[in-house]
């Protein structure tokens, strides 16, 4: 039960996140779209990338909620509903197959059904190739969905794809960049310096 | 092993600082320090060149922290021939002095 509990939760928190980032694309970062689907920093993809390190393969169901969330409700898209549920099949295939490709591929991953990563060991280069191998998944299904589907039909452009593979990039790996940057500056404030003290002064 | 959330996330997002060594301005007067203070404790002495040779950061910011660190007191210079060399300044040593001072205390109250 306490493990059921464990997975709505993650599928929640990821799919609350997901469509929070597209609700923030969308609207604040329209400067950076290529067009109505394609755009050159993608930060999304960041919550992809880094909800499949942190759930596994759970992650694809939240991502796929999200995205739900977001084409139902908040930005209504004019699809049809079989091309909804293809959509979110879309978004949860590729995080899953990335996974699975970089849990054969890294030497950091052990179990492959059931990823565990090794975090104390993972280092930045570790997080690129995940964030290259989940953009070329999702940027290879996106376009079969685009060339697919009624609404949008799209023709293959190898020119639109690379664009696509580029924002997926950019936005994960710069966006785990800059949380980066920020943590190390608020681990730098004086406020949290207190807290340490007060922990040590405690433990004195 | 298994790990929590918490740990998980805290990993990802130190990750560059822990694993890249990452350096911020505002650690690399304390790099420099520690350099020094290491070289002395083996009885060894740093001239501005090998703190460059380093790599704590680039050429020219190397010689404003040091210059920071030298106006602070934190750093002194001492010649020998030709080569300056760098020893930790009053202020430092008042530091540590300090420092050895509050764990003299700590430790007699322990006992």
């Given at each position: 039960m306490r493990k059921i509990i464990e997975i709505t939760n993650e599928i929640l928190l990821t799919a609350f996140f997901y469509a929070l980032f597209r609700f923030i694309q969308s609207e604040y970062l329209s400067n950076s779209q290529y067009n109505d689907f394609i755009s050159i920093f993608y930060i999304p993809a960041a919550i992809r990338v880094f909800s499949s390190l942190l759930f596994g393969?759970?992650?694809?169901?939240?991502?796929?909620?999200?995205?739900?969330?977001?084409?139902?409700?908040?930005?209504?898209?004019?699809?049809?509903?079989?091309?909804?549920?293809?959509?979110?099949?879309?978004?949860?295939?590729?995080?899953?197959?990335?996974?699975?490709i970089w849990a054969k591929l890294s030497t950091k991953v052990t179990f492959?059904?059931?990823?565990?990563?090794?975090?104390?060991?993972?280092n930045a280069f570790d997080i690129l190739q995940i964030c290259l191998i989940e953009?070329?998944?999702?940027?290879?299904?996106?376009?079969?969905?685009?060339i697919w589907s009624p609404t949008v039909h799209l023709d293959f452009d190898l020119y639109y794809f690379a664009v696509m593979l580029f924002g997926d990039v950019t936005?994960?790996?710069?966006?785990?960049?800059?949380?980066?940057?920020?943590?190390?500056?608020l681990k730098r404030i004086p406020a949290f310096a207190r807290k340490d003290h007060d922990n040590t002064t405690n433990n004195q | 092993m298994k790990i929590g959330l918490a740990s998980k996330i805290y990993c990802l997002l130190s990750l560059l600082?822990?694993?890249?060594?990452?350096?911020?301005a505002d650690g690399l007067h304390r790099q420099i320090l520690m350099a020094v203070l290491n070289a002395q404790c083996s009885g060894m002495k740093y001239s501005n060149q090998?703190?460059?040779?380093?790599?704590?950061?680039?050429?020219?910011?190397?010689?404003?922290k040091i210059s920071d660190l030298k106006q602070l007191g934190f750093?002194?210079?001492?010649?020998?021939?030709t080569t300056c060399y760098l020893i930790l300044g009053p202020s430092a040593v008042g530091m540590l002095a300090e420092a050895d001072n509050t764990l003299k205390v700590m430790s007699e109250k322990d006992n």
């Open positions: 393969y759970w992650a694809a169901a939240g991502i796929a909620l999200g995205l739900f969330v977001d084409i139902v409700y908040m930005h209504p898209e004019q699809f049809m509903m079989s091309e909804i549920i293809f959509r979110m099949l879309q978004v949860a295939i590729s995080l899953m197959l990335s996974l699975l492959i059904s059931n990823p565990v990563i090794d975090f104390e060991h993972i953009a070329i998944f999702n940027s290879l299904t996106a376009h079969i969905f685009y936005g994960s790996f710069l966006l785990f960049v800059v949380a980066n940057v920020i943590f190390s500056v | 600082e822990t694993k890249h060594n990452l350096s911020w090998e703190i460059v040779d380093l790599n704590l950061t680039s050429r020219s910011s190397t010689y404003r750093l002194s210079e001492i010649w020998d021939d």
